[in-house]
T-cell receptor, first 108, second 113 residues
Framework: DAKTTQPPSMDCAEGRAANLPCNHSTISGNEYVYWYRQIHSQGPQYIIHGLKNNETNEMASLIITEDRKSSTLILPHATLRDTAVYYCIPGGAQKLVFGQGTRLTINP | NAGVTQTPKFQVLKTGQSMTLQCAQDMNHNSMYWYRQDPGMGLRLIYYSASEGTTDKGEVPNGYNVSRLNKREFSLRLESAAPSQTSVYFC????????????FGSGTRLTVV
């Protein structure tokens, strides 16, 4: 499994874009990058995933560098409800391996 | 559409007791998973079932057994509970291969005293 590095915590003002980085320099060519979040003590929630191209859905955008060694999850207009722990997970097709994630706090 | 349903939501066990955590999904997913999450930690995979009739160990399988009863149900059994198994247990499911995202249940909070 590829190793990931995420900042342990980040803050963002409400209404601004939240940019969450992830380093996954050991990712292999056929591994996707998945992003999940966990709000308080709830079960994790799927956000988005991608292989090479940038992806966008109703929740977020995912930017993957050309060498695929890092990615950034973008929440375009963060709200207080986006306060959560965000997990970047390479691979995941067969089983998800969670790291420590980034605790994102959205401030009013 | 309930998604992934876990029962019970809370449980207190005495050391040495046994119990089974139940998980059912109604999304016709092929793959199912059991994770545990200790306080302040990320989730760790206990066991998974890629498809009906198969099960495989994850990162932390010791002290647990699983049964994929049918396509909908995947149970986790603690034969002799230990305080180290105090945790929140999450069940998840996905289409075969997981490239469509996992759906998680709301968790079972287990305390072993």
């Amino acid at each position: 499994d590829a190793k990931t590095t995420q900042p342990p915590s980040m803050d963002c003002a409400e209404g601004r874009a939240a940019n969450l980085p992830c380093n996954h320099s050991t990712i292999s060519g056929n591994e996707y990058v998945y992003w999940y979040r966990q709000i308080h003590s709830q079960g994790p929630q799927y956000i988005i995933h991608g292989l090479k191209n940038n992806e966008t859905n109703e929740m977020a955008s995912l930017i993957i560098t050309e060498d695929r060694k890092s990615s950034t999850l973008i929440l375009p207009h963060a709200t207080l409800r986006d306060t959560a722990v965000y997990y970047c997970i390479p691979g995941g097709a067969q089983k998800l391996v969670f790291g420590q994630g980034t605790r994102l706090t959205i401030n009013p | 559409n309930a998604g992934v349903t876990q029962t019970p939501k809370f449980q207190v066990l005495k050391t040495g007791q046994s119990m089974t955590l139940q998980c059912a999904q109604d999304m016709n997913h092929n793959s199912m998973y059991w994770y545990r999450q200790d306080p302040g930690m990320g989730l760790r995979l206990i066991y998974y079932s890629a498809s009906e009739g198969t099960t495989d160990k994850g990162e932390v399988p010791n002290g647990y057994n699983v049964s994929r009863l049918n396509k909908r149900e995947f149970s986790l059994r603690l034969e002799s509970a230990a305080p180290s198994q105090t945790s929140v247990y999450f069940c998840a499911s996905s289409r075969l291969g997981g490239n469509y995202g996992y759906t998680f249940g709301s968790g079972t909070r287990l305390t072993v005293v």
